[in-house]
């Protein structure tokens, strides 16, 4: 054997070893997005819990919403201040709603996405509610999480009277475009 063709033979080799190790690399490449891929579905499972059980605590430890909470159901008048917490109670409602379902769009989440199917149904069935949504709701949140909520919300009721956080908007409205007489409305608006 010459020395050329010891030459072209360690080449040959030097190739095939360099072939086998791209192809290693690129194995080891592939297993480590795979895991990355699920260490952040994990990390956002996780956040998306913590962010559940420190709303539920909010809500647990609240000084006014149980209370206000025991009067609707109750059926009493509120006051404009306890109108006012509801309303943006229900503002963060959707707004928890809203983050759930960017999760899942995205496939963050993954088969363990949580259902929102209870919250939709608390939040579509109660006036107060959907007057946030109404109000705020649409025109805020990107369209196809309106057309989402909105597909699953009930026919409106032309015929229902204004609640109080449609007065709430109307006021602040009204004051935006410069009508010096606007104030809130008062607890005996509603």
């Known amino acids: 054997m010459t020395l050329m063709e010891i030459s072209q033979v360690l080449g040959n080799v030097g190739e095939f070893a360099g072939a086998i190790a791209v192809v290693a690399t690129l194995l080891y490449l592939a297993i480590q ?19 559940r059980i420190t709303w539920f605590s909010s809500l647990r430890d609240s000084s006014h919403l ?3 909470q025991a009067k ?19 503002a963060a409602d959707w707004g928890l709603l809203y983050s759930e379902w960017v999760q899942r ?22 006036e107060r509610a ?22 699953a919300a009930p ?11 449609e007065k709430v908007i109307k006021a602040a409205t009204t004051r935006e475009e ?5 104030s809130p409305p008062s607890s005996s608006d509603t």
Not at 130 to 151: C, D, H, Q, T
Not at 178 to 182: F, H, L, V
């Open 33 to 51: 997005v795979r895991e990355a891929g699920r260490s952040s579905k994990f990390a956002a499972v996780q956040a998306n819990r913590a962010t």
């Open 66 to 68: 149980p209370a206000i």
């Open 130 to 151: 959907m007057g946030v949504w109404r109000g705020f709701g649409e025109s805020i949140f990107p369209a196809r999480f309106v057309e989402y909520v909105n597909k």
């Open 105 to 126: 769009e995205l496939g963050v989440t993954g088969e363990f996405a949580t259902s929102d199917d209870m919250t939709m149904k608390v939040l579509l069935s109660s």
């Open 72 to 90: 609707v159901l109750a059926g009493e008048a509120l006051e404009a201040e306890d109108e006012l917490r509801l309303l943006y109670h229900y």
């Open 178 to 182: 410069g009508s010096a007489g606007a």
């Open 155 to 165: 026919a409106r009721d032309a015929g229902t009277g204004t609640s109080f956080i």
